[in-house]
């Protein structure tokens, strides 16, 4: 992001004095995907891509919000018990509630915002929109004293009351907590969480997207999930003397013995979770060995399982996926709920641009438009960037 256009930006759109500015990223997940509602780890981490804003209390009960993407202005008072209509503003509305809800005395304050985290790319903006609020409110408000953990769910509640959106916490928990070269496991039942290393040298991390979203009839999301809840009503009525709160209780005996008490589809569905669950502890494992290509065979395993045990793939992405293999590329799978979005690519430097072109070109040729091609650093999460002179 560039500090002097958003300064720029906050300047003409305000009083013509400056304020601090503040960073937040979006994130990848490299591996661990449909295991949150099960009880299972996440492994994300923050990326060179995000949010950045600058922000200075103007002495007043108003705040004053200017999105420089949009080029849209909103005003709304630090009280007002509805908050403003736009949804951008919406996110400044809502940390500012969220905070005060945690004691904070939060004034009037002037902000100008833009972002370079690609929409539709599952990296979540809108999380890299609620850590960085909440890390300028906490500085400018709250003498940093709000922690981590605070910030990154007042960033979920803001999207469950303010947005409508019922998100889990990995996106603000990546957001808020991210460091460079170092992704981090998370325990979605317990929240404890660990760094590990990642310092791919010789190796490229790059998502391509398909630009590509299928709205399935019904809700392909809840059915899953209802799946695996089948499966764990199954598991303690069998094993009477265990508690099964999700399928991270359970391990592959167990699942075999009530294999014949559900569904073959019911089945397939725990089968890939149990895996997932495995998989990501051996991405954990490779890491610390420094040995990605253990890494990348544990991405194509996860992308087989999501595209035909979980079934939310889709065509355009198993495509990419085979584009991947055909260049030899060390790991490829899809990022994100699926059935549409990117797959994420640990691709070796020496076949970095044959791979590029070749998954450009046969795209197109086979579905008539190019994808998007996104290359990530792993960074540091939310931070001050810089104070009133930069």
Not at 137 to 153: G, R, T
Not at 169 to 194: H, T, W, Y
Request: aromatic share 12%.
């Amino acid at each position: 992001m560039d500090i002097e256009f958003v300064r720029s930006r906050f300047i003409k759109h305000f009083d013509g004095k400056t304020g601090n500015i503040y960073f937040s990223p979006g994130r990848i997940n490299l591996i661990g995907e449909h295991t949150d509602y099960n009880g299972g780890f996440v492994f994300p981490g923050a990326v060179d891509k995000g949010i950045m804003a600058e922000v200075r209390p103007n002495g007043t009960d108003t705040v004053m919000c200017y999105s420089i993407d949009l080029k849209d202005r909103v005003e709304f008072k630090v009280a007002d018990p509805e908050g403003p209509r736009a949804t951008w503003a919406r996110f400044i509305y809502g940390m500012v509630q969220e905070f005060k809800g945690l004691g904070v005395d939060v004034k009037g304050f002037n902000i100008a915002f833009a972002g370079d985290v690609p929409l539709g790319a599952g990296m979540s903006s809108s999380a890299a929109m609620e850590s960085c609020f909440g890390c300028a409110l906490n500085d400018l408000f709250a003498d940093n004293k709000i922690s981590k953990w605070d910030i990154a769910l007042a960033g979920q509640a803001t999207e469950h009351k303010y947005i409508g959106v019922n998100c889990g916490i990995m996106d603000q928990f990546a957001s808020v907590f991210g460091q460079k070269g170092k992704l981090m496991r998370l325990d979605c039942r317990s929240r404890e969480f660990e760094y590990f290393p990642f310092n791919p040298q010789g190796y490229k991390l790059v998502l391509v997207n398909s630009k590509v979203k299928h709205e399935l009839a019904g809700s392909p999301y809840n059915d899953r999930r209802k799946s695996c809840e089948n499966v764990v009503v199954a598991l303690s009525k069998h094993f009477t003397n265990k508690k099964f709160e999700t399928l991270r209780d359970a391990n592959w005996e167990e699942l075999e013995v009530i294999k014949g008490n559900v569904s073959a589809e019911d089945y397939q569905r725990a089968h890939f979770v149990l895996g997932e669950k495995d998989r990501v502890l051996a991405v954990c494992d490779a890491l610390i060995a420094g040995d990605y290509e253990t890494v990348g065979k544990k991405m194509y395993e996860t992308h087989q399982g999501l595209s035909k045990e979980y079934e939310v793939s889709c065509e355009e992405l198993d495509f990419l996926n085979e584009v991947a293999k055909d260049n030899g590329v060390t790991g490829s799978r899809i990022m994100g709920g699926g059935f549409g979005g990117c797959t994420i690519n640990l691709v070796k430097d020496e076949i970095y641009d044959k791979f590029i072109t070749d998954a450009m070109q046969r795209f197109e040729a086979k579905y008539g438009h190019a994808p998007e091609v996104y290359p990530v650093i792993i960074s540091d999460g939310s931070h001050k960037v810089c104070y009133h002179i930069c």
